[in-house]
């Protein structure tokens, strides 16, 4: 029994010791992360180097872990704020449709679909369950199963929905998510659409 308490205070010991290491883990210098991006892209076309520079927020979210503190917090999702842009006849929802087949799609932005041949796609399903039919999914983001019904189809969260899919760090600063229309990924109008699919009672995501 002795050995079995000495052998718990040691390994209890050794896990504080780690988490004290984790947390002085010295920080990367911004100038070597640069080089290294620049490096692993030697090939990249000229048009994709500004992919390869931070901008204030990403800067701000690794400087801080994606953790930052309150008053950056705020300052972040006032930005990403700023950015979002409406559609010009005042309708969040398009077809959800369109919509469905733009989660299904991981086209866009990589070295083989360059130039491209085609509209980029959503990729959703990488992150999110979005329907009971679709057995591949990724869990990095949560489920969105009956995202629209469970918030009984109001308006006000058929905001937010456009909100986060525009610019993700408007509601979450410093999410994993792309920010898909403050990036030009996605146009206003497939914005609309994936919109539609959280939030159209007739979507299979509310079925």
């Known amino acids: 029994m002795?050995?079995?308490?000495?052998?718990?205070?040691?390994?209890?010991?050794?896990?504080?010791?780690?988490?004290?290491?984790?947390?002085?883990?010295?920080?990367?210098?911004?100038?070597?992360?640069?080089?290294?991006?620049?490096t692993?892209?030697?090939k990249a076309p000229a048009d994709w180097h500004p992919r390869l520079v931070g901008d204030e927020t990403m800067k701000d979210c690794s400087a801080h872990r994606n953790t930052p503190p309150q008053a950056l917090a705020k300052t972040i999702r006032e930005?990403?704020?700023?950015?979002?842009?409406?559609?010009?006849?005042?309708?969040?929802?398009?077809?959800?449709?369109?919509?469905?087949?733009?989660?299904?799609?991981?086209?866009?932005m990589r070295f083989t679909?360059?130039?491209?041949?085609?509209?980029?796609?959503?990729?959703?399903?990488?992150?999110?369950?979005?329907t009971k039919q679709e057995v591949?999914?990724?869990?990095?983001?949560?489920?969105?199963?009956?995202?629209?019904?469970?918030?009984?189809?109001?308006?006000?969260d058929t905001k937010i929905a456009y909100d986060k899919i525009y610019n993700s760090h408007a509601t979450f600063p410093c999410s994993l998510m792309p920010r898909f229309g403050a990036n030009n990924f996605l146009t206003i109008d497939q914005i609309k659409d994936l919109t539609a699919l959280l939030m159209s009672p007739d979507s299979p995501v509310n079925k």
């Open 113 to 130: 679909d360059y130039p491209p041949k085609r509209v980029n796609g959503g990729n959703c399903y990488a992150c999110h369950q979005l």
């Open 136 to 156: 591949s999914y990724g869990t990095m983001g949560p489920s969105l199963l009956e995202y629209g019904k469970i918030r009984k189809f109001s308006e006000a």
């Open 79 to 108: 930005r990403a704020k700023a950015t979002i842009q409406y559609p010009p006849d005042g309708k969040l929802m398009g077809d959800w449709k369109k919509g469905e087949a733009l989660a299904q799609s991981g086209y866009g």
């Open 2 to 38: 002795q050995f079995k308490t000495i052998a718990l205070i040691i390994s209890v010991a050794g896990l504080a010791t780690t988490a004290a290491v984790a947390q002085t883990k010295p920080k990367v210098d911004p100038a070597k992360a640069d080089a290294a991006m620049k």
């Open 40 to 42: 692993a892209f030697p």
